[in-house]
C-alpha cells in the first residue's frame, strides 16, 4: 500500500542546508499497522507528511497504493488525499465554528459524500456513535474536552473509509487514561476498516500495540 524509495528532505537556511531525511527506504503492505518511532529531530513527522502529499521531497519516491504522489500537481494530490488518506493529529485540528456532526460531516461534503453512496448525516452520527458521542452531535470544538475533540478528530478521519490513515502523536495532549482510550478507538476502527496505518508516537506502550516499529535516527531508518 505505501512505498518510499530512495526519500530524501533537505532545506536551505541560507547559510548551510539541513538534510532531515537521507534516502528512505520502506514498504508497508496492506492492512498493516505501523508505528514510527525516534528521537525528537529524527524526521518522523516530516516523512509524515511526505507520505501524506502535504510536502514535496527534495528527491525520491512515495507510491500510495500504486500511484506515485511524487508526480502529481496539487489538484491531483488533493483528490488523492481527500480518497485515500485520513488525518489525525496531535492538536485535533477541528474547525471552531462547526459542530461535532458538521467537523465529521465536512469531508464526505467536500468529496460529494460517502464512497458507498450512502447517506453522509447518517454515516456521520453512526461514527460519532462508534466513538462514544451519541450525546454531542450539535456540540462545537469549544464545548469539548480534548479527549472528546480527537474522537471527533478520529470520526472524521474515517469517515471516507480512507485506505490509509496517518497519525501525527494522535495521544500527544491527553492524560494517559484518555490517551489509551482513543488509542483503543483507532486499533478497533483500524481492524474494522482494514486501513492501512502509520502512527508517529513517542510512546512505547502505543508503539506495542502496532504490528511493527519503524525507528528513525538523524534521519536514516536505523530499524524496521
Do not use: C, W
Amino acid at each position: 500500500m505505501i512505498q518510499v524509495r530512495a526519500l530524501t528532505k533537505s532545506i536551505s537556511t541560507g547559510t548551510h542546508r539541513v538534510d532531515i531525511l537521507k534516502g528512505i527506504d520502506l514498504e508497508i503492505p496492506r492492512g498493516q499497522f505501523a508505528a514510527v518511532m525516534g528521537p525528537s529531530g529524527s524526521g518522523k513527522s516530516t516523512l509524515l507528511g511526505l507520505l501524506a502529499g502535504l510536502d514535496s521531497p527534495t528527491s525520491g519516491q512515495v507510491i500510495l497504493d500504486g500511484e506515485d504522489i511524487t508526480l502529481l500537481d496539487e489538484d491531483r494530490m488533493a483528490q488523492v488525499r481527500g480518497r485515500k488518506i485520513g488525518f489525525v493529529f496531535q492538536s485535533y485540528h477541528l474547525i471552531p465554528t462547526l459542530t461535532a456532526e458538521e467537523n465529521v460531516l465536512l469531508p464526505m461534503e467536500l468529496a460529494g459524500g460517502p464512497p458507498d453512496g450512502s447517506n453522509g448525516l447518517k454515516r456521520a452520527r453512526e461514527l460519532l456513535d462508534r466513538v462514544g458521542l451519541s450525546g454531542r452531535f450539535d456540540h462545537y470544538p469549544v464545548q469539548l474536552s480534548g479527549g472528546e475533540q480527537q474522537r471527533v478528530a478520529l470520526a472524521r478521519a474515517f469517515a471516507l473509509r480512507p485506505p490509509i490513515l496517518l497519525a501525527d502523536e494522535p495521544t500527544g495532549n491527553l492524560d494517559s487514561a484518555t490517551g489509551r482510550l482513543v488509542l483503543e478507538l483507532i486499533l478497533a476502527l483500524h481492524r474494522e476498516q482494514g486501513a492501512t496505518m502509520v502512527m508517529v508516537t513517542h510512546e512505547q506502550s502505543l508503539a506495542e500495540s502496532a504490528d511493527r516499529r519503524i525507528l528513525l535516527r538523524d534521519g536514516l531508518v536505523v530499524s524496521q
